[in-house]
């Protein structure tokens, strides 16, 4: 077995979902992904701790939603006693064919996800992780040959990240202090927000992996200025390409992209939350250097910053502040890597990607 | 999709595992079979039911049992809560590597077992069914290429069920209604047995896919005689061949094998029940019509009968009667299509292999 996919497994099972000696886990896969799951089954066998495994399997799962009646959908009660009854959850994304469920009607699609809210709010108070096993489906949509993208993976998961948490914890530190942020990035970028009274995060080996960036929410009502999403938004399997939005009192007020507005305007239509910025993260995670159509890694790529329209999450919302809630979390991307700026407070913190904290960063 | 294989995933569905619309119901499968997973997700979206998918790895069961320590196995809590909630399970047999398991130490596989034991009788609760899909690896071990096992496999379980279930009845009423049977088969087989107050079951599309047998449990002291079990049992990877036994008061005095008789003596030794006949089946369907290393099919096959040493299943004792009571349930093979007759309370009501209900019988 290769040694990344151990230290893979040790990681995620260590230190991501903090599983203890005697823990309910269930671990959740394609079988693609079959040396991680059994590198993750010695090692849980090593902690003594007690493993269920689920099978992600795409083309059952199409076959299934084709078949169903979008009224038929209910609450899955025996997937909601087993995660009551969990302790740590570790989800692993990895296809063969990432456009297997893109014939499904997307209104059970949609009934699926409404009659397991409670499912799904059962999952978030879990020690929970997803991450990604380098299938061929996935290098595929990246460009790359499988093995390419296996030292893709690894070098973004398979970091010092007791490091890495330090790196970000200075561009934490500065978030979490912060009132007013503006993102600058060439002729089209100029966004202003609050984040007064918010909580900046520090995600290094927490619930993604790979983790590398510093979040935090907006004020909702706070965004005000023009963006350009630069980087491809995948949705419902259409790209979005070169999204702009323009935002006054924290709405969305005009937009235009210049592939399918048609997915930009259903997302923005979504429900009132959809129209307003719920997270602002700063990609830092060095070891992603390039764009792969995988929010997991691109949203943690060095030298780039996303937004999402959409939930805001609870922990990155200060106690005395306005949460923003929506059905949707959809995180757009705008690379800073040249002539592009970010100012906290009036300071530039950041310049085509190098941070303050950094040598070689020039104000 | 081969026809059969939706054929399959219909009678599994519709009439063993008797699903209903809103039904909870758990597949549980290795990889190997997905093409029958998703026969099945598609009816049970047709029905509207609601499924989850349990993965059976054996690489990953294996590194976890290797890695374990014997004294931290405990019971599934989760997989428990799971159960508790669900209304019917369709458990799929199908393996690359039928040995992948066998080095794994057999005290981890004891201690597994008993820490669950209320996790299995939570199954045994549900309304369940187990089957075979016709994996390389099962294909091997029967000696036969995969196009030839999968027409084994279809030829015993893609059958008019309500016809099987009818030929069977015939056996199952002189079985009901019996009070001693008679085994006799060659120089070596000949057992009696009282089965006066059993019950007899008729096993067709139920628990068992494919079914094929009518069976019962013996009066657990009644058993006397001599058996040669001719057909080879495995036991922890091992084969034993020509198992001999000799019965007085119900229970095993004497016993030899000509190849692994320890694995022999290892069964008999495991508690008291293990020495004792928990059940007396008589292999019904035609369409197995060879030994394959796998119970499943083997103890269906036409012109067999098969007696399991230990734990008599509940259904088949009567209410007045003793049920003979062990961890193990080894069902062990007699051929009878030569030179042998079953006898019941002095009639003989199979001669080598034909029923008395059917043409062709010569008492």
Chains 1, 2 share one sequence.
Not at 36 to 60: D, H, K, M, N
Not at 101 to 124: C, G, I, K, S, Y
Not at 263 to 287: H, V
Request: with cysteine.
């Amino acid at each position: 077995m290769d040694e990344r996919v151990r230290r893979h497994a040790e990681v995620l099972v260590d230190k991501c979902a903090e599983v203890e000696q005697g823990d309910m886990v269930e671990v959740s896969a394609s079988p693609v992904a079959e040396e991680l799951v059994e590198a993750i089954y010695e090692r849980l066998g090593e902690i003594g701790a007690r493993p269920s495994l689920s099978w992600q399997s795409s083309r059952a799962s199409r076959a299934y939603a084709r078949a169903m009646d979008e009224d038929d959908y209910s609450l899955l009660e025996h997937r909601l006693a087993a995660v009551e009854s969990t302790d740590a959850y570790i989800g692993i994304r990895g296809s063969r064919n990432i456009a297997e469920m893109n014939d499904v009607p997307p209104e059970n699609t949609t009934a699926a996800r409404n009659a397991n809210e409670e499912l799904q709010q059962a999952f978030d108070d879990l020690n929970w992780v997803g991450t990604q096993y380098p299938a061929a489906g996935n290098a595929q949509k990246a460009g790359m040959s499988i093995e390419a993208y296996e030292d893709f993976v690894y070098q973004a998961v398979d970091r010092d990240w007791d490091e890495q948490r330090e790196f970000q914890a200075q561009m934490v530190e500065i978030l979490d202090d912060a009132s007013e942020v503006r993102i600058v990035s060439g002729d089209e970028t100029d966004l202003k927000m609050s984040v007064d009274g918010m909580i900046a995060e520090n995600d290094a080996d927490d619930a993604n992996m790979p983790g590398g960036e510093a979040f935090t929410a907006p004020v909702p009502d706070s965004v005000e200025g023009t963006v350009l999403f630069d980087q491809p938004r995948m949705w419902r399997g259409e790209e979005i390409l070169d999204a702009r939005l323009e935002f006054e009192n924290g709405e969305v007020v005009e937009y235009t992209a210049n592939q399918n507005e048609d997915a930009l305007d259903e997302i923005l239509e979504t429900d009132d939350g959809a129209k307003r910025i719920g997270e602002l993260g700063i990609g830092m995670n060095r070891g992603i250097d390039r764009f792969t159509y995988n929010m997991l890694f691109d949203e943690k790529m060095g030298d780039t910053v996303h937004l999402a329209l959409g939930r805001a999450y609870e922990e990155s919302v200060g106690s005395d502040c306005e949460r923003n809630v929506s059905s949707i979390h959809v995180d757009m991307i705008t690379d800073m890597s040249e002539d592009s700026f970010i100012e906290v407070d009036g300071e530039v913190v950041q310049r085509n990607g190098m941070f303050v904290f950094e040598d070689g960063f020039e104000e």
